[in-house]
């Protein structure tokens, strides 16, 4: 694969009126997601969405989950908009979705609704999104919706700016001190190609951060938390960058896979899932980003590779350009990770009898976005189809991200 091909920004799409009375601006990231910045904070309280939800009453998780996941991405400005969650509603009426993603840190590093963990309060990072965390909870839940709440990782310029001595920095570059000396004690944060800063993935303050964040919406009812952005960066000036807590000893892979460990360990009782490169489905090295799908699969309960056909090369499998075959490359990547954790499932069951092992479901993000083709309902359909043919009896849904939050109703209308 191409990582370039996952970093190239959409410039300054419109939001439909539908949705909002404001514009809204969307950025894309590497991985072909984009988050919204408002431009007038047009938002009303989800309250408003149903009435009969008093206001008072703290959200629960759902008592009745839905066995088969079947979810679309929706940023924290979306679901803080009373327009938009009207259009959520005819998906929920008209199509099989049950499930949604809702972003509880974005790219930004900024919150989507007023947290109450520690650093939130102490920094003022939340941006207004969600006004109302309970209202919109309790109301999905009404309609009998699992909500994921998504968190960005370790890409967090917000976070980074406040705390500098956690954050990636450049070593290329030093504060001058009031005497006209490098001052080592004031770090220049490096940035990516997107002028986006990152928190060092190995520090356990960071990573204990956004545990807390965790932890808060899980108390908010959220059913489940997504993991994004559990990695090293991939683009920029690499040979500038300087770790404040990483040795550059240790393989990000370890890095990595000891975050992993940690998120299960202190949320044991709690659902939970991680986004990894879809190209980790098919490669076995760590695409020197520290993703190893196999040091996954015991510390969650769900992964979620982003099988996205636009952001294979072109010459994958064959196919000049591979987001014109989705069915092909979602069945060959699926394919190749259930092989993987069945092999690895076979090597744990060899080492050990003496307890049930219990292995992550395999729940993957699909493109339902206009990236390397333009896509119809029927290519959404053969992505779907694919996941389900290589899944069988193990296919435990999906999730579709568009980056404009609206979706292919005819890819997934009620059968």
Not at 39 to 65: C, D, G, R
Not at 68 to 86: M, N
Not at 212 to 222: K, P, R, T, V, W
């Amino acid at each position: 694969m191409e990582f370039s091909r996952w970093k190239n920004f959409l410039v300054v799409l419109v939001m439909m009126a539908i949705l909002t009375t404001g514009i809204f601006f969307v950025l894309k990231d590497e991985t072909g997601k984009t988050s919204e910045i408002s431009n007038n904070q047009n938002n009303v309280s989800t309250a408003a969405i149903s009435p009969n939800i008093p206001l008072p009453v703290p959200a629960q998780k759902l008592s009745h989950p839905p066995e088969i996941i079947k979810a679309v991405y929706v940023t924290g400005y979306s679901a803080g908009s009373k327009k938009y969650i009207d259009y959520l509603n005819e998906l929920f009426k008209n199509t099989e979705i049950n499930a949604v993603v809702i972003d509880i840190k974005d790219y930004s590093g900024l919150v989507s609704y007023n947290s109450d963990a520690p650093d939130v309060k102490k920094y003022n990072l939340y941006n207004g999104a969600i006004p109302d965390i309970d209202a919109l909870i309790n109301f999905l839940h009404s309609q009998n919706i699992y909500v994921i709440g998504r968190i960005v990782v370790f890409e967090d310029p917000a976070f980074s700016k406040l705390r500098p001595d956690l954050a990636v920095y450049n070593k290329s570059k030093k504060t001058q001190s009031t005497a006209g000396y490098p001052d080592p004690s004031q770090p220049i944060l490096w940035q990516d190609n997107h002028g986006l800063s990152w928190l060092d993935p190995a520090s356990k303050n960071v990573w204990d951060y956004d545990i807390s964040l965790a932890n808060d919406a899980f108390l908010h009812g959220f059913d489940e938390i997504n993991f994004d952005y559990v990695r090293f960066p991939s683009d920029g000036k690499m040979e500038d960058m300087g770790f404040p807590f990483w040795n550059e000893k240790i393989p990000k892979s370890e890095v990595i896979k000891e975050f992993f460990d940690y998120l299960r360990k202190e949320l044991i009782n709690e659902t939970i899932s991680v986004d990894l490169f879809g190209l980790t489905t098919i490669k076995t090295d760590d695409i020197g980003i520290g993703q190893i799908i196999e040091n996954a699969f015991e510390n969650f309960d769900y992964v979620s590779p982003m099988v996205y056909p636009s952001h294979y090369a072109n010459g994958f499998r064959g196919f000049a350009d591979p987001a014109e075959h989705p069915y092909e490359v979602v069945k060959y990547s699926m394919d190749s990770v259930l092989n993987r954790e069945n092999i690895f499932l076979k090597q744990k069951q060899d080492l050990t009898a003496t307890y049930i092992i219990n292995l992550a479901k395999l729940r993957p993000w699909l493109q339902d976005f206009d990236m390397g083709a333009d896509y119809t309902a029927d290519m959404v359909k053969q992505e779907i189809k694919a996941t389900q043919d290589s899944l069988g009896n193990d296919f435990n849904g999906f999730m579709l991200w568009n980056p404009i939050n609206i979706y292919t109703k005819g890819a997934i209308e009620k059968q």
